[in-house]
């Protein structure tokens, strides 16, 4: 339990200093595609968003195929993935379902 916590700890870390190189580059004029990933990704329950995740990382060449298969870009997931991380209850969901895919 302890690894999990510790594996989605990080994983939100890398996600959260990620996009914030990333808006540091946007431009102010031009529009955000964020703004239609958020309303895209929110379909996916915590528990479907953990299953994926473990998908991916039992099987990492075949991360594209997998997120596609569920109409998700790379960039998609991973805001998912921190919205999921924004609330106790969810985050807590997600690592379940994590923890029950990946065994």
Not at 49 to 75: C, M, V, Y
Not at 87 to 94: A, G, I, T, V
């Amino acid at each position: 339990m302890r690894k999990i916590s510790i594996a989605i700890a990080a994983l939100t870390l890398v996600l959260a200093l990620g996009c914030k190189n990333q808006n540091q580059y946007s431009s102010s004029n031009t529009p955000s595609p964020n703004n239609t990933v958020a309303s895209q990704t929110t379909n996916l329950s915590p528990e479907d968003l953990g299953k994926l995740g473990a998908e991916i990382k039992k099987h990492p060449k075949d991360a594209q195929k997998l997120l596609s298969d569920k109409g998700l870009t790379e960039q998609q997931f991973e805001q998912a993935v921190r919205k999921v991380a924004e609330n106790p209850d969810q985050s807590k969901r997600y690592a379940e379902a994590y923890k029950k895919a990946k065994t």
